[in-house]
Structure formats: structure tokens, C-alpha cells
């Protein structure tokens, strides 16, 4: 079974400009999440997604990041314009199930993120 | 908000040696998930413990969740060169608007195993 595609895996560019990152989920899976991975912490949840709605985005700082999952399959995370705190890793990962029960069991795969460096 | 304090931050210790990792919280958790992340890869999952005093093993790895589910160890008995990688801790939180719970992730402890 394929696992979750993301790209790029690293990009650099400077404050102010715009940068995408796209992800592939494992195929059936109807859940999907953005994490922000910054050095030295664990990773930070921005958006999470059932088919091709949003269920979770309050901590996706909407002034600058946007996502969207279209037809349900793949995403696409954008920031515009980016700040030298977006310098991060940013993670996909995917779930077959949306557990929004507090006995959280749901295994999510995550892909090998997008490393981000903003100069 | 519910935090999850992991200790040590940094563990480096030779083949062959054991060792136990830490998760803590002043909340209860109604479960707690243990992934370990190798460098320039994303967080894979090792377990996921439900019942309070649960102890799981998944090889030369015991997992343990308190009585309290307040807290959780995760004990490496002959540690290899290949359980190098970072260890974080998760557990279910509400989001600020109180309509999902989400994966709260710990800053999780880099362990390096020496040959």
C-alpha cells in the first residue's frame, strides 16, 4: 500500500513571497490533516479535513495559510506571504476514520512533510 | 489546555543499554498514542494505550499508561542503533471551539544510540 506523497520535501524562499505544498493521501482515506512541525516541538495541527470539508481549523492563521482538498483525494497547503516563523516542517497525514470521540484510537499516517526554510 | 510534558529532552546512550522515556500531564487523557519520528520522516505510530495501568509491548519496547491517565512511560530494553529516532507522545484535546478533538503532540525526547 502507498503511503502519503507529499512535495516539495524542502523549499526555500524569503519573507513576504508565496510557497505551496501539496499532499497525496492514502487512497480511501476520507480524513486529512496540515500539521506545523517547528524544530525542537511536536507537530502543531492547522487544518483537518473529512472528504472535502474542513472539520478543524482553528489554528490555521487564516490571514496567511489556506487549504483545500478538492473532489476529496489530494490537498494543497499555501501561505502568502510567509513570515521567517513559518520556517518549519509541514506534515500530511491521513486516517480512514474521523474519531472526534475524547478516546482518540484512529491510526493516522503521516507522509515525510515539507521542510520550509524562509530566509 | 491540556499539555503533554515529555522528559528527557535528549537522551544519548550506548547498544545494549535500557532506558525509559517520560509523558506527562496535569490532565487526564481518555488515551494516549506513542510515535516515533526518524529524521526527515514524518511520525509513525508504535501504540496506542486506552485503559488506565494498560502495559503494552511491542518487542524490545513496554508502554505503560497510569492509573490516572495522567501520564505514560515507554521502556527500550537492549536499546539498538535503529530505535534512534524521536519519540512523542499524543493525546486527544478539544479544539478552542469545542468541535473536534484533535492530536495534542508532546516536544518528544530525541534519543541517539550509539554503536
Known amino acids: 500500500e502507498a503511503g502519503v506523497a507529499q512535495s516539495p520535501r524542502y523549499k526555500i524562499i524569503e519573507k513576504r513571497q508565496s510557497v505551496a505544498f501539496w499532499c497525496n493521501p492514502i487512497?480511501?482515506?476520507?480524513?486529512l490533516y496540515w500539521y506545523q512541525q517547528i524544530l525542537g516541538q511536536g507537530p502543531k495541527l492547522l487544518i483537518q479535513?473529512?472528504?472535502?470539508?474542513?472539520?478543524?481549523d482553528s489554528q490555521l492563521p487564516k490571514d496567511r495559510f489556506s487549504a483545500e482538498r478538492l473532489k476529496g483525494v489530494d490537498s494543497t497547503l499555501k501561505i502568502q506571504p510567509a513570515k521567517l516563523e513559518d520556517s518549519a516542517v509541514y506534515l500530511c497525514?491521513?486516517?480512514?476514520?474521523?474519531?472526534?470521540?475524547?478516546?482518540?484510537?484512529?491510526?493516522?499516517?503521516f507522509g515525510p512533510g515539507t521542510r520550509l526554510t524562509v530566509l | 489546555t491540556q499539555l503533554l510534558e515529555q522528559s528527557p529532552q535528549f537522551l544519548s546512550i550506548q547498544e545494549g543499554e535500557n532506558l525509559t522515556v517520560y509523558c506527562n500531564s496535569s490532565s487526564v487523557f481518555s488515551s494516549l498514542q506513542w510515535y516515533r519520528q526518524e529524521p526527515g520522516e514524518g511520525p509513525v505510530l508504535l501504540v496506542t494505550v486506552v485503559t488506565g495501568g494498560e502495559v503494552k509491548k511491542l518487542k524490545r519496547l513496554t508502554f505503560q499508561f497510569g492509573d490516572a491517565r495522567k501520564d505514560s512511560s515507554l521502556h527500550i530494553t537492549a536499546a539498538q542503533p535503529g530505535d534512534t529516532g524521536l519519540y512523542l507522545c499524543a493525546g486527544p484535546a478539544m479544539n478552542s471551539g469545542g468541535s473536534n478533538y484533535k492530536l495534542t503532540f508532546g516536544k518528544g525526547t530525541l534519543l541517539t544510540v550509539n554503536p
Open positions: 479535513f473529512q472528504n472535502n470539508g474542513v472539520v478543524d
Open positions: 487512497s480511501g482515506h476520507a480524513t
Open positions: 497525514a491521513s486516517s480512514m476514520l474521523i474519531s472526534r470521540a475524547s478516546s482518540f484510537t484512529d491510526t493516522q499516517y
